[in-house]
């Protein structure tokens, strides 16, 4: 088979964010640009000749046809097998799965995760290295680099595979092994979870609504939420995976997930709901009239995991990302092992996680994990939750109130400004960064702010350090405002607020959030201006 030698010209904006690299789709269709990226991870990566590699993605506009591209610079490139999803679809913690289980060099993700899909949305191809992990910024920066002087790729000249169908193809002398994209995730899932205890649960009447928004989770909820744990049919909803996800946003939030957060109001007859995002890896988890913070399901999460079948043994550390509340750090605190605080990303716990230094870990951002691959994973949590919930015996929210009765309440909220000039959101991140100085000491009301920083961190394995990872303002009562740019988005400049404050006694526990937050949240545009520079009175999400 013929292995072309294409001459091409060089990107300057292919520069991986928090997640991948992520363009609108006809960015992604400009000559040679999807080829340039792929060359250039080829080049970085670890030596890919006569290993495998996994590859799927989670079915948006251009996955199809970027997979095909990919399968014939991989067998141009020296790869030796390359294991594809069944329809090119994989979600992204099942990618994770296969790296790990078939001990591949690595693996090709391509999505855009929460962001919209279509011919005029947003596409993304991420790569994760041998672990299962995001490639840490140590690889991701030799391969913007490489992409900047980047002249020629390698394609193989031949018809595309048909993946609509399971088995063995090749490619030249690369094997292609077309695979179900579910059977690895559920066995896993099963060696984790009590998955006769959740069968009796839905048995006996439990119901619950899982929505996939058209995105990847579809099969996965269906082959092990229905036919192996025996929920009703129809308890999956919106699980046809669709190129443009209906059209939909595929971010489970109160604000997108909005059919599933109407199944489960007011007279709902069902007692638990979760949604997840485009890839798979985020989750919302719902009680009926109950909404529990990703930060709140983090902290129960740690505290409860003795009680399940895969994390019996207890946990051996927790981290959760730096804007992520506190609430973890009061559990562990009480259980007396350490929890770790990482910038944003999941790409920052794969170290934590190789070392054994930490079980679980999670985002405020929808995201929760373990150490059973190394991306966050969206069903797992879902699965987490039910097993909780068979064991204890008890509604979300009753679980979710003694947590707080317990360890305190963080109340907890993001507001996110989209889709703003990227010269006017710098310009405020830049002038927070100057009023650091005399912001520390002042006082605002009942405020004072204790200390405030551009947060850095020291990977506590490689010693690899992270700046400017989101201004800190941290106050004396433990209440935290942060500031950050996203690193996600395709359109301008996402500004992200996060705001946080604790509340130990009970009997202030049952606040509406943004009622609580409200002069957090006052404090917080006074300091940056928000308002005055970015000319929004209100966020467009608040999550
Ligand atoms: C966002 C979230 C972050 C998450 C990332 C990828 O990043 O805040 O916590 O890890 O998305 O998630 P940013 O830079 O836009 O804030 V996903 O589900 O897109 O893989
Ligand atoms: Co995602």
Request: aromatic fraction near 8%; hydrophobic fraction near 35%.
């Amino acid at each position: 088979m013929k292995i072309n030698t294409i001459k091409t010209q060089a990107y300057n904006d292919q520069e991986p964010g928090t997640s991948g690299l992520r363009k609108k789709v006809p960015v992604f269709q400009q000559s040679h640009y999807l080829e340039n990226f792929v060359q250039s991870v080829f080049a970085i990566a670890d030596d890919i000749t006569g290993q495998t590699m996994i590859l799927g993605g989670d079915g948006r506009y251009y996955n199809k046809q970027a997979i095909q591209i990919i399968l014939k610079m991989a067998a141009a490139n020296g790869v030796a097998k390359m294991i594809v999803g069944q329809h090119g679809l994989l979600s992204t913690p099942a990618a994770s799965a296969l790296i790990r289980k078939h001990q591949a060099v690595g693996g090709l993700i391509l999505s855009a995760s929460h962001n919209p899909g279509g011919p005029n949305a947003d596409f993304g191809i991420k790569f994760n290295i041998s672990n299962g992990g995001p490639a840490p910024t140590s690889f991701t920066e030799p391969v913007f680099k490489f992409s900047q002087t980047i002249s020629e790729y390698k394609i193989v000249d031949t018809d595309d595979i048909d993946l609509s169908s399971t088995g063995q193809h090749t490619m030249g002398d690369m094997v292609i092994d077309i695979i179900d994209p579910v059977d690895t995730y559920a066995e896993l899932m099963a060696q984790l979870f009590d998955f006769n205890r959740i069968r009796s649960m839905f048995e006996s009447g439990f119901s619950m609504r899982f929505d996939a928004m058209h995105a990847i989770t579809g099969p996965y909820a269906i082959e092990i939420l229905e036919n192996q744990l025996g929920a009703e049919s129809g308890t999956v909803m919106n699980g046809k995976p669709l190129e443009d996800f209906g059209g939909g946003h595929p971010d489970p939030n109160l604000v997108h997930a909005h059919d599933l957060v109407t199944a489960l109001s007011g007279n709902s007859q069902h007692d638990f709901g979760a949604a997840s995002d485009g890839d798979g890896d985020r989750n919302m988890i719902l009680g009926k009239n109950f909404f529990v913070t990703p930060s709140d399901s983090l902290a129960v999460m740690a505290a409860n995991a003795h009680l399940l079948p895969g994390y019996k043994n207890g946990l051996s550390g927790v981290a959760r990302s730096m804007p992520t509340s506190a609430a973890v750090d009061r559990v562990a605190d009480q259980l007396g092992i350490k929890c770790y605080e990482t910038p944003t990303g999941w790409k920052f716990f794969g170290n934590l996680l190789d070392a054994s230094k930490i079980t679980l870990c999670g985002e405020e951002s929808f995201g929760t994990g373990s150490d059973h691959v190394r991306e966050k994973d969206g069903l797992w949590a879902v699965l987490f939750w039910l097993n909780l919930i068979a064991v204890k015996q008890q509604s979300v929210e009753q679980i979710v109130k003694d947590h707080w009765a317990r360890f305190g309440r963080n109340y907890y909220c993001r507001h996110d400004y989209e889709a703003i000039n990227s010269q006017i959101a710098d310009e405020l991140m830049s002038r927070l960064r100057d009023s650091l100085v005399s912001l520390k000491g002042q006082t605002f009301g009942d405020y004072s702010i204790e200390n405030c920083d551009d947060f850095c961190y020291t990977d506590p394995v490689d010693n690899s350090i992270s700046e400017n990872q989101g201004i800190r303002l941290l106050f004396t009562d433990g209440s935290r405002i942060i500031y950050r740019l996203s690193g996600t988005g395709t359109e301008g400049a996402t500004l992200r607020v996060y705001i946080e404050k604790y509340e130990a006694d009970v009997a202030r526990q049952n606040e509406d959030t943004q009622q609580a937050l409200n002069a957090l949240i006052t404090i917080a545009d006074t300091v940056a201006s928000i308002k005055k520079l970015t000319g929004r009175e209100t966020p467009d999400v608040i999550t």
